[in-house]
């Protein structure tokens, strides 16, 4: 087989991307729904802050600026990315930091219900468990979503891509119909399709798996911050505050964050963005399409959607051993616990000598 040829129309030019990410050399990496590989690059300028830090120390009025100037570049740049307002953004550390974000400014008491889906992960639902609030869980189908919902609704909380399946949910769609606000967990979407967020109220994004950032980093976009009560104010959260505590919050969605992040991270998750090519998208689903079509005559797939997750059932039925095998071999994927799926995530960086090696070593298993 033979690589695609790129979008813009270089022939080297999927070879030149690859060659940014160092552990492409040794390994099929096919695990981005964990973590995303780590280009050269944002971890040079990630060293380069740390012996900044090391030589000049982390104070100083030009630091902190520094900083804060840092934040808003990534806030402005994830913006870009799904299509909103900075203003509407708020750093993260985790898609779960987000949900509970939402989950905690929300109020829900035990008069309120909350439609969620089977096919949800820990990252959501231990948010929801931590609410007061009646968790109605139903199929990951739209018209079981839309069914469940009824004048106790304050909330459906769902995956954009599910993390089992790689089913995608139509969440602007539903929020339309609904008429309530949706929490979209888009820890699959995000940077492994081209998102939109605005037409639902709470997007959350993971910067290192599709993003391939740093670890701990993320973000939320807020539509109307307004509505969100601040449930865990930071030293982010104010522009002002009187000693008994009370506060004014700032402007937008920055007033939820809860984090310091430092200048490697900031850096490394911008580096990140940066890097990506502008073919990603295009190259993304047809190597997915691929990865589905060398699949079929070797392993039940699992009816999915149109994502980069491609999970599958193995041969002998005992997901966690292929996965094992395969990582043996130098092939990453990931089994999914309870469900008995194997599951490959696919990227832009992905070459038909990955598929090849992921067909050869569910073969040899």
């Given at each position: 087989m033979s690589?695609?040829?790129a979008t813009d129309?270089a022939?080297d030019?999927i070879?030149a991307?690859?060659?940014?990410?160092?552990?492409?050399d040794?390994?099929a990496?096919?695990?981005?729904?964990t973590f995303g590989?780590?280009a050269?690059a944002t971890?040079?300028v990630?060293?380069?802050?740390q012996?900044r830090?090391?030589?000049?120390g982390?104070s100083?009025?030009?630091?902190?600026v520094?900083?804060?100037?840092?934040?808003?570049e990534?806030?402005?740049?994830?913006?870009?990315l799904?299509g909103?307002?900075?203003?509407?953004?708020a750093?993260?550390?985790?898609?779960?930091?987000?949900?509970s974000?939402?989950?905690?400014g929300?109020?829900l008491?035990?008069?309120?219900?909350v439609?969620?889906?089977?096919?949800?992960?820990?990252?959501?639902?231990g948010?929801?468990g931590a609410?007061?609030?009646h968790?109605?869980?139903?199929?990951p189908?739209?018209?079981r979503?839309?069914?469940a919902v009824?004048?106790?609704?304050?909330l459906i909380a769902?995956?954009h891509?599910?993390w089992?399946?790689?089913?995608?949910?139509p969440?602007?769609?539903l929020?339309?119909a609904?008429g309530?606000?949706?929490?979209?967990?888009?820890?699959?979407?995000?940077?492994?399709?081209?998102v939109?967020?605005?037409?639902?109220?709470f997007?959350?994004?993971?910067?290192?798996?599709?993003?391939?950032?740093?670890?701990t980093?993320g973000?939320?976009?807020?539509?109307d911050?307004e509505?969100?009560r601040?449930a865990?104010?930071?030293?982010?959260?104010q522009?002002?505050y009187?000693?008994?505590?009370?506060?004014?919050?700032r402007?937008?969605?920055?007033r939820?964050?809860r984090s310091?992040?430092?200048r490697?991270?900031?850096?490394?998750?911008?580096?990140a963005?940066?890097d990506?090519p502008?073919?990603?998208?295009?190259?993304?689903r047809e190597?997915?399409?691929?990865?589905?079509?060398?699949?079929d005559?070797?392993v039940?797939?699992?009816?999915?959607?149109?994502?980069t997750l491609?999970?599958?059932r193995p041969?002998?039925g005992?997901a966690?051993e292929?996965?094992?095998?395969?990582?043996?071999v130098g092939?990453?994927?990931?089994e999914i616990?309870g469900r008995g799926?194997?599951?490959a995530?696919?990227?832009?960086?992905?070459?038909?000598d990955?598929?090849s090696r992921?067909?050869?070593?569910?073969?040899a298993?």
């Amino acid at each position: 087989m033979s690589d695609l040829t790129a979008t813009d129309g270089a022939p080297d030019a999927i070879s030149a991307a690859r060659a940014r990410f160092p552990v492409l050399d040794r390994l099929a990496y096919l695990n981005a729904g964990t973590f995303g590989p780590l280009a050269r690059a944002t971890l040079e300028v990630m060293q380069e802050e740390q012996d900044r830090d090391l030589v000049n120390g982390r104070s100083g009025a030009s630091y902190f600026v520094g900083t804060l100037d840092l934040r808003a570049e990534v806030r402005a740049s994830l913006a870009r990315l799904v299509g909103v307002e900075p203003e509407t953004v708020a750093l993260t550390t985790s898609t779960t930091e987000a949900c509970s974000i939402v989950t905690a400014g929300l109020d829900l008491g035990d008069e309120h219900e909350v439609v969620t889906t089977t096919d949800e992960h820990f990252g959501l639902l231990g948010a929801l468990g931590a609410t007061k609030a009646h968790v109605v869980v139903v199929p990951p189908d739209p018209d079981r979503i839309l069914a469940a919902v009824n004048r106790h609704t304050r909330l459906i909380a769902i995956s954009h891509v599910l993390w089992t399946t790689g089913a995608v949910l139509p969440v602007q769609e539903l929020r339309a119909a609904a008429g309530i606000p949706v929490l979209v967990d888009g820890a699959q979407s995000v940077g492994a399709l081209d998102v939109a967020a605005r037409g639902v109220d709470f997007t959350t994004i993971s910067g290192q798996k599709w993003l391939c950032g740093p670890d701990t980093t993320g973000a939320l976009i807020v539509s109307d911050p307004e509505r969100l009560r601040v449930a865990a104010p930071s030293h982010f959260s104010q522009i002002s505050y009187e000693a008994d505590g009370t506060f004014v919050p700032r402007e937008g969605a920055p007033r939820f964050e809860r984090s310091w992040w430092s200048r490697a991270r900031l850096r490394g998750l911008l580096a990140a963005l940066a890097d990506r090519p502008a073919w990603g998208w295009e190259r993304s689903r047809e190597m997915t399409r691929r990865c589905r079509e060398v699949l079929d005559a070797h392993v039940e797939l699992v009816d999915g959607g149109p994502s980069t997750l491609v999970s599958f059932r193995p041969p002998g039925g005992d997901a966690a051993e292929l996965t094992s095998r395969l990582h043996d071999v130098g092939v990453r994927v990931r089994e999914i616990p309870g469900r008995g799926f194997v599951r490959a995530s696919v990227g832009w960086w992905t070459s038909d000598d990955d598929l090849s090696r992921l067909v050869d070593g569910i073969a040899a298993s």
